[in-house]
């Protein structure tokens, strides 16, 4: 299970982002490139589709895989009150020979995407990861040097942290608290309702880069 909320920015604002996560997180970004396959099953696999995501890190030395399925959302009244989606989410290391094992059982390649940017890792009350990305997609099958941004000039930020039935709320509240910190340059909500550019982003943007650092937790 984990906890999750999304929000866009404006690429000219990244570096003022990454000013406040570093000083929040007090220490050194992680690189991110990520080749993201989502394969969807075949008829043989059952009559409800399934999706499963295998995710290729590229910015290691050595390529690693990771298999990762995201499931349906927690329901409920209590639930559609919350500001944090909560979701089952189940992800595994796998070898590079995964890919073509998914596809012998049956799994299909929908589509692929290449993210670039960056993560912070903060180890507070509970492990909170932020991610800022621009989203490529690919023109030929698995040319990730030929890729295009999908929204030119906008990147995507995800904030999650694992969970489990006894801690999600926890988990939402320390959400909830640290996407404050980030509220003068975005607004961070459920996936899937954004709420666009925030319009006090470039004052914030122009604020931080001026001081040149941000607010240690």
Not at 63 to 92: C, D, H, K
Not at 95 to 109: A, E, M, T, V, W
Not at 141 to 167: F, K, M, R, Y
Request: aromatic share 6%.
């Amino acid at each position: 299970m984990e906890c999750v909320v999304e929000g866009i920015i404006e690429t000219q604002h990244v570096e003022a982002l990454e000013i406040l996560l570093h000083g929040l997180c007090g220490a050194p970004k992680e690189l991110l490139k990520i080749h993201e396959f989502c394969l969807r099953s075949g008829p043989n696999l059952g009559v409800v589709s399934s999706e499963l995501r295998i995710l290729c890190d590229l910015e290691q030395p050595k390529p690693t895989w990771t298999v990762r399925q995201v499931g349906g959302a927690m329901r409920g009244a209590g639930a559609e009150q919350l500001s944090v989606l909560v979701r089952s989410m189940l992800e595994s290391k796998i070898s590079k020979n995964g890919l073509r094992f998914f596809y012998i059982l049956g799994y299909k390649l929908d589509h692929e995407l290449l993210k670039v940017g960056f993560a912070f890792r903060f180890q507070k009350v509970v492990p909170i990861t932020v991610t800022v990305t621009s989203v490529h997609k690919m023109l030929k099958l698995h040319a990730t040097d030929e890729a295009v941004p999908v929204t030119p000039g906008i990147q995507l930020v995800e904030v999650t942290a694992p969970a489990s039935a006894d801690n999600y709320s926890e988990v939402v509240a320390a959400i909830s608290s640290f996407s404050e910190y980030l509220a003068p340059l975005l607004h961070l909500s459920k996936p899937g309702v954004s709420a666009g550019v925030v319009p006090t982003a470039a004052a914030a943007a122009a604020s931080l880069m001026s001081d040149g650092r941000g607010k240690t937790l």
